[in-house]
Nanobody
Framework: QVQLVESGGGLVQAGGSLRLSCAYS????????MAWFRQTPGKEREIVAA????????HYARSVEGRVTISRNNDKNAVYLQMGALKPEDTAVYYC?????????????????WGQGTQVTVSS
């Protein structure tokens, strides 16, 4: 079992920056691939970024590429999502996800473990 707790969400003006954190715990959680997803009402959950257990492999959605950076610190059991040049369309609930398999963590229906989410609101 892996537990995930997100933090760092909030209200920010367009063009601003925000860093989300996801604290993870549980057996072998250091070996899990991690991802950030986001969801707005009425829309499907979409992937934002993912990182493998070592941090050497990352993936970004086209909609955020160049504006966000995913990283992890296994010593601190945390994954981060640094977001910049935020746009109103980035407004969503952001979720942290974990899975033992890279291919699965990229899927909103496949990732095994999920956090409760943190709200990010970008004002224009």
């Amino acid at each position: 079992q892996v537990q995930l707790v997100e933090s760092g969400g909030g209200l920010v003006q367009a063009g601003g920056s925000l860093r989300l954190s996801c604290a993870y715990s549980g057996r072998a959680s250091d070996n899990y691939a991690m991802a950030w997803f986001r969801q707005t009402p009425g829309k499907e959950r979409e992937i934002v970024a993912a990182i493998n257990w070592s941090g050497l492999m990352v993936h970004y959605a086209r909609s955020v590429e160049g504006r966000v950076t995913i990283s992890r610190n296994n010593d601190k059991n945390a994954v981060y999502l640094q977001m910049g040049a935020l746009k109103p369309e980035d407004t969503a609930v952001y979720y942290c996800a974990a899975d033992s398999r890279w291919s699965t963590v990229l899927s909103s229906t496949g990732a095994r473990y999920w956090g409760q989410g943190t709200q990010v609101t970008v004002s224009s």
